[in-house]
């Protein structure tokens, strides 16, 4: 009994003496005591760490972060040293500028730390506008031996019913992919925006993610410039930028060199404007897949501008699955510079994996596509203009204007393939293109198109 209450004495100082202590080595967390109760934090917040005694403490942040709107991520309690786990001090800092009336709070990763994050959900709404500078380097776990089991290996960054925010900065995020590239199972995308708008995404380097660099799905409202993504091209699905179900979307200034598409548009996107890209290696732009499963796609209003396809797979392609439905409609391509590209122009409306897809009787229709001014060099492997519609829906209006696509070997020619496409060509087109369909086809004559 008394040695019971012994223990329990000294229990109580220890733990006396852990708040004190504590308390002192949080004093830059201070008033986030009160807001870090987040309701979607998968992450449960542990006590502070003590500054390791052989480093000298860091110089405190030149201005209060809660007098100006900023909150440097080292002053909740990261590291940056890229081996310490800094996750929970980012999502304090994400929680504390998240739930700030600040117009226009801002997180900052700054220059010359490298921070290493777990797989997190960074949840809204916010009270106002964030932006998070990222003008250090930010990296997960090194592969699957590090990355700890309990926690989802589907994704790394995401972000999540965000009302407005700007993920900018000179900094890099490094998806340290290469350890996952030839493994089945892997983080399915770097970053990914989930139901949020208004979004900005500029100046950063993005690479070497274990899959898919950037995802955008149920966002409206995306503004990305001035950004590069890289990563070998031979690691398998590591598309650019992949938007889904997501409207409203610029896409300018960027470089993407990669080893799947540059930009994939999946179904539900409307209202694209991709202009002034750089692609190159990797799968150049595709517009799909769409229709898998017998799914229903609407894709419309897209259009690539002033853009460089450097020795692609594919320049601009659009993709359909036997047996979905709904539609493609309204897409431009227009002004692109295609160099050594193997399929500049394609439409397959046979796209299939496993070479076991039956025909099927529906397809997404693919109709008003417009090519103008496609100039350049394509790889005679394969042909540089591939029209490959649906036996039961056509595709209609296909239109090309001053394409001119010269072989990249002199001495050998590939022909435009064709089937059930539409079209009508404005001016003469290099090579010569004979297979196009005149007028509207018989089958949709009084055939009821479901639009979307
Ligand atoms: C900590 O927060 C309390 C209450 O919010 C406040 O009174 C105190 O001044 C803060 N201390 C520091 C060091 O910021
Ligand atoms: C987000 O954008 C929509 C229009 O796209 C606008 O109505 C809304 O006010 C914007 N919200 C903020 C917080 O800027
Ligand atoms: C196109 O993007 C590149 C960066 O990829 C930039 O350097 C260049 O200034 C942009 N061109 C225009 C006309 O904006
Ligand atoms: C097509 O999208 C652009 C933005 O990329 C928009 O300005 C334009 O109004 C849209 N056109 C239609 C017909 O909706
Ligand atoms: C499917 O249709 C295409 C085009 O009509 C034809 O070439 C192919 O042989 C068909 N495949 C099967 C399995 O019926
Ligand atoms: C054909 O497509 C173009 C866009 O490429 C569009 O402007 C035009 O209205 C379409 N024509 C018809 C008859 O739908």
Redesign the pocket.
Known sequence: MKNCKFSLLVFCISFFCFLLVSNQACRWHNHTKQTYSHKQSHISPRPCSLPDPTTPPEEPPTKPYHSSGIFDVRSFGAVGDGQTDDTVAFKMAWDTACQSDESAARILVPQGFSFMIQSTIFTGPCLGGLVLQVDGTLVPPDGPGSWPKHISRHQWLVFYRINEMSLQGGGVIDGRGEKWWNLPCKPHRAIRFFMSSNLTVQGLKIKNSPQFHFRFDSCRNVHIE?ISISSPAKSPNTDGIHIEKTYDVQIY???ISNGDDCVSIGSGCYDVNIR?L?CGPGHGISIGSLGNHNSRACVSNITVRDSIMKGTDNGVRIKTWQGGSGSVSGVTFSNIHMDNVRNPIMIDQYYCLTKRCTNQTSAVFVSDILYSNIKGTYDVRSSPMHFACSDALPCTNLTLSEVELLPAVRYKVSDPYCWNAYGELLTRTIPPVSCLLDGVPRSLLGHEIERC
């Open positions: 001035s200034n960027s470089v002034n750089t």
